[in-house]
Every structure is written in structure tokens, then in C-alpha cells.
């Protein structure tokens, strides 16, 4: 079966590496991919976005599934494009329908699915540019911090939690009346602030069945201690040590399965991963946001712990038979460190050529912003530029092993969090 992963970060990466593994793939490719996923498939330089582009070389490659790695192009409904054109619709997408994407482009659409489903999670109203006034006026029965959400997707910078009534005030002016978020902030979600601590749990689903992969725990602040700024992702562990079976079926009863009903009930048509953000207030999980996707760099460290054929789940999935599988996980932790380039996620320079990068089995490395330049070595294209994950009996050493890897790696001003896990290992 010939493949077509979507997307360009270390979780494409990780899933080229995972798919190349499958006894049914014939060719892989990926689009537009990195240095490191042209070690497993072929790249191809079409933006996730181009439906046109990338149903012609689904056409010309005989491409019988697309894996679809970041939300833009779910948000922009794929899924629909192939499934109503009679010449794709026998490709299978592994994302969901446009509709089922608005559990992440709309934070109001899933804090209304989450209601309608008894779903747990954090109380919240919305407003939009004509109840302006309404919303300061919900803002004061609301005790500090504050939570502020604009609705549609903004690269992970849509949320703000001030801890002043005036700085949250000036952040719903500037969602609101200002434009800064552009369309994403005409409408917010404000919400009571939930105090506890993260958690990612991602299933496979077919719509009515799924499979439930291994939970992660991601950092997203660039500096130690998580202080600093929000980045993408500077790092992940797999498993999370709270997330023990009383908890985990806590998920499963309160979050997952009311999910699925809402799911079939809704009518929305969903074949593939979703993320559910969580986090534990009183041992209890409510949901934070729901993504429909895999997250980044959590994929990192929970994908080389799933010791399934990942093809064979996709087609799983797609024919709507997932109750006949069963997710076999490793008993090894995982680990995953980002090296990104120095000033990230403010301005920095890329280019910079890469040395020291080698590949063993539970000790690798995933590339994220990297390309290659004219003599064919790998250079620094992005932030976040490589995720090392290595897998071991534990995750403190697993950690050990990536940072190890990572002293041997080098390029011009780079910079890792050194202690990744610190506050739950
Ligand atoms: P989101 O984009 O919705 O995941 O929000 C980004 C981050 O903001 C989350 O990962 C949390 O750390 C934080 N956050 C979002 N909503 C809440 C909330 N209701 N209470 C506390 N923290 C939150
Ligand atoms: N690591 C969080 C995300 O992928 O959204």
C-alpha cells in the first residue's frame, strides 16, 4: 500500500520512521517532510494545504491513504474534499471530517459539545464583538487568573491567563476589538481557571471504537522549571506515573466513551487520532481541549512504545473494524528532549549546519526543522530542529540516554531543557 504522511515536524518524522516498519507498506511518501523523513519515504514539496497538489500525486503515486499529521488541513476539511470527489473517495483519510475538526478549530464548538455530553471540564461562557460589554461584565463574577481563549486555531498562542481583572480586560480587547488574533479571536471562551497538573491521552478511533495509545506528559514553557515562554513542545516522558489505572479509568468513563457517543450522536464522521489535553484536579481528569491530532513532541515518546503495525490499525480504522484489534504497548519508558535553535520561540537564525547526528535502536533521533543544504548536509530550518527519544526501563534512564545523545549533537547556538520529567519523576 503506498502512503502519504502530511506535514514537516518531528511527529511526521516519527511516524514516517514507525510506518516505514509496516510488512504492508509498499512506498511512503511525505509532504513536504524533512531531512529526516527522506531517510523512510520520499518527500514532496506541496504545502499540507494544497488539496489540488496533493490529490494529483495521489493520483499519479496510485496513494491509497493519507495520514495527516498538523490540524490546518483537517480544519480545512480534507477529508471532505476526497471523500466527496468520486475519483479520491477511495483514499482514506486517517483524520476527520471538517466537522469533527471544529473539536479543535472552535473552542466554543467543543466547550458546547463537552456540555451537551456531560463531559467534564472547566465552566465557561462565550462572547463575540457585540457582547463586548457582557463579557467584562462575566469577567468580574470570576475570581483571578483568568482564562481567555480566542475560539478558532492560532498556533498555540490563542490562550492567555492573566492574573489581573485589567489584564485580562485589555487581552478581550485585543481578541475582541482590536483583531490581534485576526478571525480566531471573533469569538473567546473565558473560563474558570482549573489548577492541577497536565496530562495528553490519545486514542485511535474509527468513530465507534478506538484503540487507546500510551499517555504522555509534554513541556511547553522554554525554560526550566517551566518558566518562560510557551514554545511547541521542549520535550515529553511516556508513561505519566499519576495516569494509573484508577485514573486512566476514570479517562476512559467520563471522557472517552461520553466522547464517542457525541461523537455517533452528532453524526460526525471521525477516522483517526484524537488528543484529549487533561488535567487532574483532585485525582479527577477534565478536559483542557481536545486537539484531532497527534500531539508534538508528545508522538515523540508514544508512538515507539506502540508495538502494533501502525498501517495495520490505519486500515483498521478506515474499514471500521478497530474492536477487532488490540493496542500492544512496551513496558519500556520513553523520553524525548527538543534541541531548538537558540532565541526560539522569539526570533532566531537557521541554517546552521547539524553534526553528531546517529540512530540506534531506543536511542534515536527525529528531525523536526531540518533540511539539507547545497553539499547535502543537514542544516537548522526551523525552532524546534530535532527531537532525540530513546526508550529504556525507566524514564529517568531513558533521559539519560537522550541527553547523552544530545551532547554529541551540535549546531550553531542551540539550546535544550536539561531537566525534562522534573516534576512527576
Ligand atoms: P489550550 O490551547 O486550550 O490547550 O490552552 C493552552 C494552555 O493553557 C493549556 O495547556 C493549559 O496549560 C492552559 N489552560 C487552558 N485552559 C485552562 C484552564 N481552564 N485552567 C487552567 N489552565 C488552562
Ligand atoms: N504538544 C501539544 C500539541 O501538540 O498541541
Avoid at 97 to 113: D, I, P
Avoid at 117 to 135: R, V
Avoid at 356 to 382: C, L
Wanted: glycine share 8%; with cysteine; net charge neutral.
Amino acid at each position: 500500500m503506498n502512503i502519504l504522511i502530511l506535514g514537516s515536524g518531528g511527529r511526521e518524522c516519527t511516524l514516517a520512521w514507525k510506518i516505514s516498519k509496516s510488512k504492508m507498506l509498499s512506498q511512503l511518501f511525505i509532504a513536504p517532510g524533512n531531512a529526516g523523513t527522506s531517510e523512510y519515504g520520499i518527500n514532496i514539496t506541496i504545502k499540507e494545504t494544497d488539496f489540488q497538489a496533493i490529490a494529483k500525486l495521489c493520483k499519479d503515486n496510485k496513494i491509497e491513504m493519507i495520514v495527516v499529521g498538523p490540524e490546518q488541513a483537517l480544519a480545512d476539511g480534507i477529508q471532505d474534499y476526497f471523500a466527496h470527489d468520486t475519483s479520491l473517495a477511495h483514499i482514506a483519510i486517517i483524520g476527520p471530517s471538517q466537522h469533527g475538526a471544529k473539536l479543535e478549530s472552535s473552542k466554543e464548538f467543543a466547550k458546547k459539545f463537552m456540555k451537551k455530553y456531560d463531559i467534564p471540564t472547566a465552566a465557561y461562557q462565550s462572547f463575540d464583538k457585540t457582547t463586548y460589554k457582557e463579557a467584562l461584565e462575566f469577567l468580574k463574577t470570576m475570581p483571578a487568573p483568568y482564562v481567555i481563549k480566542a475560539d478558532g486555531l492560532a498556533a498555540g498562542k490563542g490562550v492567555v491567563i492573566p492574573d489581573t481583572y485589567e489584564g485580562a480586560e485589555k487581552a478581550l480587547k485585543e481578541m475582541l476589538l482590536d483583531d490581534t488574533f485576526g478571525k480566531a479571536g471573533n469569538r473567546v471562551v473565558i473560563e474558570e481557571f482549573l489548577d492541577g497538573i497536565e496530562l495528553s491521552v490519545f486514542i485511535l478511533t474509527d468513530g465507534k471504537d478506538y484503540v487507546l495509545l500510551p499517555e504522555a506528559k509534554d513541556y511547553k514553557r522554554i525554560g526550566e522549571g517551566n518558566t518562560g515562554l510557551n514554545t511547541g513542545g521542549m520535550g515529553s516522558i511516556s508513561p505519566v506515573p499519576f495516569a494509573n489505572k484508577e485514573f486512566m479509568n476514570k479517562v476512559i468513563q467520563h471522557i472517552i466513551e461520553p466522547t464517542l457517543v457525541g461523537l455517533q450522536k452528532e453524526k460526525i464522521d471521525y477516522c483517526g487520532f484524537l488528543f484529549l489535553g487533561l488535567i487532574k484536579v483532585n485525582n479527577n481528569p477534565y478536559v483542557i481541549e481536545y486537539n484531532v491530532r497527534l500531539g508534538d513532541p508528545e508522538t515523540e515518546s508514544v508512538i515507539p512504545r506502540v508495538e502494533n503495525d501502525l498501517l495495520e490499525l490505519f486500515i483498521a480504522a478506515k474499514n471500521k473494524k478497530l474492536h477487532q484489534h488490540q493496542i500492544r504497548i512496551s513496558n519500556k519508558a520513553a523520553s524525548t528532549i527538543v534541541m531548538v535553535s537558540g532565541g526560539y520561540p522569539e526570533s532566531f537564525q537557521k541554517g546552521f549546519v547539524i553534526h553528531g547526528i546517529t540512530q540506534e535502536t531506543d536511542n534515536m533521533v527525529f528531525h523536526a526543522g531540518t533540511s539539507r543544504n547545497e553539499n547535502n548536509e543537514i542544516i537548522s530550518a526551523g525552532g524546534r530542529v530535532l527531537a532525540i527519544t530513546s526508550l529504556a526501563n525507566s524514564p529517568q534512564e531513558a533521559l539519560k540516554k537522550c541527553y547523552a545523545k544530545a551532547e554529541k549533537i551540535s549546531f550553531n547556538n542551540f539550546h535544550y531543557r536539561k531537566d525534562i520529567g522534573f516534576d512527576i519523576l
